[in-house]
């Protein structure tokens, strides 16, 4: 039977939002982690599959 308190469904709506808030800033924060691995990777001459970045192609990644 589904729940019609109005607090009960807010507290629940707040805890999902937070759930996914915190989820989202792992996820970037992942995204980031991965995008710096793989700019060293390129960079490394003995890493096979990752082709050397174009020119200017470095700071596509880079927020500042």
Request: charged share 50%; net charge negative; aromatic share 2%.
């Amino acid at each position: 039977m589904a729940d019609s308190d109005p607090k009960r469904i807010a507290d629940d709506l707040e805890r999902k939002a937070r759930d996914m808030e915190r989820r989202s800033e792992e996820l970037g924060q992942r995204t980031e982690e991965v995008s710096r691995e793989w700019q060293r990777k390129r960079s490394d001459p003995g890493v096979p599959g990752a082709p050397p970045p174009e020119a200017g192609e470095e700071d596509e990644t880079d927020d500042g």
